[in-house]
């Protein structure tokens, strides 16, 4: 079988599953990418003190401010989840998102942690798809006809989202020299970067996908380890960002790439 046959076969398979999946497929990609805001709201509520007590005595704020940004994530997190899923108000539940996402990213200093840092715009990328997908299909005056001019606010969201999905792939390149790691780090590569100019982009957010899964659930298995020990809530809070990120490709998956993509443009050629 030649390497057209292959992929024209693999692209066959990928087709089928969506025909399947695609009733469901939309509900668990958004259900997976509010996963981390969703575990850590939960978590502001079980571990208040601990999270005050940390806010507080880094940023000597007094109680009060550390209070306030607690209940903020608390309720800004929750919040917005159950906006999501009950589809409501979606765009402003996005935006809410967005904030926590910056006010973390300072509150915790990922901004100097490279590694958390991209791993933080990946995740907005899924919310930038998310955002993508909340917005009304075709806003033009009539009905079932096509607006003027393909580019819209829409599809560069997805093309934003879609490159800043990439940037988690970019965390787990293992610059090792072992055969396998050289291996994972030039297929994992090609992925990327045809999700990202999408090109074959529902084949390739696919296979992502199922590589992401594999990965989380190995490397990640926060379940194995006891409660108590600081590695448990490392690794979960690495699972739920992982699961999220698996979120926003679902939803490339389901929805394609978007108009600036090289799969629209191959459709004029």
């Not at 469901?24 to 509520?45: K, Q, V």
């Amino acid at each position: 079988m030649g390497q057209e046959e292959l992929m024209n076969t693999a692209e066959d398979v990928a087709d089928q599953f969506l025909r399947v999946t695609k009733q469901y497929l939309p509900h668990l990609a958004r259900l997976c990418l509010i996963s981390t805001f969703l575990e850590d709201g939960i978590r502001m509520w079980f571990q208040w003190h601990e999270q005050r007590d940390y806010i507080e005595a880094t940023w000597s704020c007094g109680y009060f401010l550390a209070t306030c940004f607690v209940l903020l994530n608390l309720v800004g997190q929750l919040g917005g989840c159950v906006l999501i899923l009950s589809r409501n108000f979606v765009q402003y539940a996005c935006f809410g998102l967005f904030g926590i996402i910056a006010l973390q990213t300072v509150a915790y200093s990922i901004l100097w942690d490279l590694k958390f840092l991209m791993r933080n715009l990946a995740l907005g990328g899924g919310l930038l798809l998310l955002l993508a997908e909340s917005r009304s299909e075709g806003k033009s005056m009539f009905a079932g006809v096509p607006s003027m001019g393909e580019s819209s606010p829409k599809q560069y969201m997805q093309l934003g989202g879609r490159v800043l999905l990439v940037l988690m792939f970019m965390t787990l390149l293992h610059f090792d020299s072992n055969f396998f790691s050289i291996l994972q780090n030039m297929v994992g590569t090609a992925l990327i970067i045809l999700v990202a100019i999408g090109f074959k982009t529902k084949l390739a957010a696919l296979t992502l996908v199922i590589w992401l899964l594999a990965i989380n659930i190995y490397f990640n298995a926060f379940w194995t380890v006891p409660a108590y020990k600081p590695m448990h809530d490392f690794l979960k809070y690495d699972f739920f960002q992982t699961t999220s990120v698996i979120g926003g490709l679902l939803l490339v998956v389901a929805l394609g790439p978007g108009g600036v993509s090289m799969d629209e443009k191959k459709k004029e050629w």
